[in-house]
């Protein structure tokens, strides 16, 4: 298992997510988890430019995800990435609460 960064929400949420750096060109791949469980894993590398010209970056979402505290975490597999480098750079958690 390598490097990772984890948070536990103690509110009823609606969607819980994770956004990667876009600035960094040297994004790994990564596995994600929630409550133990791994939902997510494929390469973090998403730094490209759409043709209206904004900046495209890799994120994850996970809806539908029952009431109650929720552990969602991120793990650098080492694989690297189609970038060719070795970095998971998480600019944020996020979660949305349900109304």
Not at 34 to 55: F, K, P, R
Not at 62 to 91: D, F, K, M
Request: charged share 15%; with cysteine.
């Amino acid at each position: 298992m390598g490097r990772f960064i984890e948070a536990t929400s103690l509110f009823n949420t609606q969607i819980i997510g994770v956004q990667f750096s876009w600035d960094n060109v040297h994004q790994a791949w990564a596995r994600i988890s929630l409550d133990g469980s791994v939902i997510w894993e494929g390469d973090t590398y998403g730094h490209w430019v759409s043709e209206d010209g904004a900046t495209m970056a890799c994120a994850v979402e996970i809806s539908g995800v029952s009431s109650g505290p929720h552990t969602i975490r991120v793990e650098n597999t080492g694989q690297a990435g189609a970038g060719g480098g070795h970095t998971v750079a998480v600019l944020w958690l996020y979660y949305t609460l349900k109304r």
